[in-house]
């Protein structure tokens, strides 16, 4: 399935950008965008650094996640995982570079890569039973936070402090190695709650660092600021929205595999659409948001419907899943059409679903094909895309509910995400003290036959 694409830069500012390599994020215009108007907006240069950020970031953390389990597993997808970490790396130091310079992007390229390596080590410790070794690993990544935290208050001019960064560090090191820990020990609920929170944390990151480098830089981003409460809005769609690709994407390939994990992969999926469904009615009411969580729900059953159709050999079904998830497509875009009283249209938003629907199943099905060098690229588009997704129903809800986004709600704190980073929820869900637990999708364990295994 061909797909035209442009390939966008993502902007720091009017003068700095973002390569572009591995960094899709619009398609010819299919990009759920919508212009901003006003005063309250979800877009100015501060709040598009702030996304950026963002989503290099916080796929770091799904990237490195995926990658440890990928090297407990022995998967013969490892490299073209590490890869696409790899690439992520090389990315956010290209970021850093076009704010502080190439000597510093290097620098930083070669303190962030070293503790993707001490992970690696951890791992490789592990799958040895090596608890020597692993105590190395642990040591080198507690001297990898000194130094990271070291550089980025001296880049930032001490706006980011260091012990704080330490601490935002810190809470980074442990959560992906609780993740890891736990699926390693075969406690997969467990390993996606932390998954999920590694994810999550790394927003906190984006904001404060954003605030940083704009409180430093304030004329090359035209004196605007990224931590308002439309931005706040935008990051928390943003978050869900990315989520949803990355667990879609494992949640695939863990049915494919006939994985002992995909149950708790299904389930965090399950969780995710729980948590957007809130989102929806804490802005459209109850009954929007029941609508809402039925119609997403039902793309994800079809994708369910296509892994199970391609494990079977079966091409009238694999035919039909494909063609509930066309009628899905129209169904979603009219309601969010209706929901946002025609901001967004029907015609952009099917060409948008369009999008991340066939990128899912490009990447699964080149995963299931073993062409691992598509798969990797291609989960990186669809997890950069969902940022446009979020982007677009972001403004068209501030513009919508005006008074709701006005204002700057907190000035970020000075670290990397600091002791506990739920901020970035707190404007999207401001109807619900907290997040309830979802309810469990029926597992559906896929085993697949002769030359179909991963």
Not at 53 to 77: F, N, P, R
Request: glycine letters at 8%; charged letters at 25%.
């Amino acid at each position: 399935m061909k797909m035209k694409k442009s390939f966008v830069a993502i902007p720091l500012s009017l003068s700095l950008l973002l390569p572009t390599a591995g960094m899709v994020s619009a398609h010819e215009g299919h990009s759920m965008n919508t212009m901003q108007k006003g005063p309250v907006t979800v877009t100015n240069p501060a709040i598009d650094l702030r996304a950026s950020l963002d989503q290099l970031l916080s796929e770091h953390a799904y990237l490195a996640v995926i990658t440890m389990q990928k090297g407990a597993d022995g998967g013969k997808d490892f490299q073209q995982a590490a890869d696409a970490l790899n690439n992520n790396t090389n990315d956010l130091s290209k970021a850093i570079a076009s704010v502080y310079g190439n000597e510093a992007g290097q620098q930083f390229k070669s303190i962030w890569g070293s503790h993707i390596g001490y992970f690696v080590d951890y791992v490789k410790a592990t799958g040895k039973k090596d608890e020597k070794a692993k105590q190395k690993a642990r040591n080198n990544l507690a001297n990898y936070r000194v130094k990271q935290a070291k550089f980025l208050a001296s880049a930032t001019k001490n706006r980011l402090k260091a012990s704080d960064l330490e601490a935002g560090l810190k809470m980074h090191i442990t959560e992906l190695m609780n993740a890891f820990d736990h699926y390693v020990q075969k406690d997969y609920t467990t390993a996606y709650k932390k998954t999920r929170e590694s994810i999550n944390h790394m927003y906190g990151v984006g904001k404060n660092l954003a605030w940083a480098i704009t409180d430093q830089f304030p004329a090359k981003f035209k004196h605007t600021k990224p931590n308002t409460a439309a931005a706040d809005l935008r990051e928390g769609l943003n978050y869900l929205l990315s989520e949803h690709a990355a667990l879609a994407v494992t949640t695939m390939q863990k049915g494919a595999m006939g994985a002992k994990d995909f149950t708790a992969a299904a389930n965090a999926l399950s969780q995710n659409t729980n948590d957007l469904s809130k989102t929806i009615a804490s802005v459209y009411g109850e009954k929007a948001g029941q609508q809402f969580k039925e119609i997403w729900s039902s793309h994800i059953g079809y994708f369910v419907d296509y892994v199970k159709a391609t494990g079977n050999k079966d091409e009238k079904a694999k035919a039909k899943a494909m063609k509930n998830l066309d009628a899905y497509r129209v169904k979603q875009a009219k309601f969010l059409e209706t929901a946002t009283k025609g901001r967004l249209k029907a015609s952009d938003l099917e060409a948008g679903l369009k999008v991340h629907v066939d990128e899912l199943l490009k990447a699964f099905n080149s995963y299931v094909d073993k062409d691992y060098n598509t798969t990797y690229p291609t989960v990186r588009e669809a997890y950069a895309h969902m940022f446009e997704v979020g982007k677009g129903l972001s403004g068209a809800i501030a513009q919508q509910f005006p008074n709701k986004f006005k204002g700057m709600p907190s000035m970020p704190k000075t670290g990397m995400g600091g002791a506990s980073e739920t901020d970035n929820m707190d404007v999207v869900l401001w109807s619900f003290a907290g997040l309830a637990a979802a309810a469990a999708m029926g597992a559906i364990v896929l085993r697949r036959k002769g030359d179909h295994k991963a």
